[in-house]
Nanobody
Framework: QVQLVESGGGLVQPGGSLRLACEASGFTSDYYAIGWFRRAPGGEREGVLC???????????YSVKGRFTISSITRINAKETVYLQMNSLKPDDSGVYYC????????WGQGTQVTVSA
């Protein structure tokens, strides 16, 4: 059973930065992808960025291009860890950010709140 735990959310002013972390464990396949999705208040879930174990990255949300980056998948303390670096944050970036894994099958973390507000 794949398990995902997010951390790093919080309150930040517009123009600020945050780094989210996703720790994943339980992969039984050598082929998997880890990504980030978000859901704004009252909105639908939106893909942000995704990366595979072979370091192939996909930008899922055009609005974050040039501002958000996803790290390579790194093994730390027996867990696969992925970071989402978010720079030049805007109020529209606010929402709950979820870590996702396709491994195969779909797995989701519990989410971490990001609030961008003055």
């Amino acid at each position: 059973q794949v398990q995902l735990v997010e951390s790093g959310g919080g309150l930040v002013q517009p123009g600020g930065s945050l780094r989210l972390a996703c720790e994943a464990s339980g992969f039984t396949s050598d082929y998997y992808a880890i990504g980030w999705f978000r859901r704004a208040p009252g909105g639908e879930r939106e893909g942000v960025l995704c990366i595979t174990q072979s370091n192939y990255q996909t930008v899922l949300a055009y609005s974050v291009k040039g501002r958000f980056t996803i790290s390579s998948i790194t093994r730390i303390n027996a867990k696969e860890t992925v970071y989402l670096q978010m720079n030049s944050l805007k109020p529209d970036d606010s929402g709950v950010y979820y870590c996702y894994a396709g491994a195969p099958g779909e797995y989701w973390g519990q989410g971490t709140q990001v609030t961008v507000s003055a």
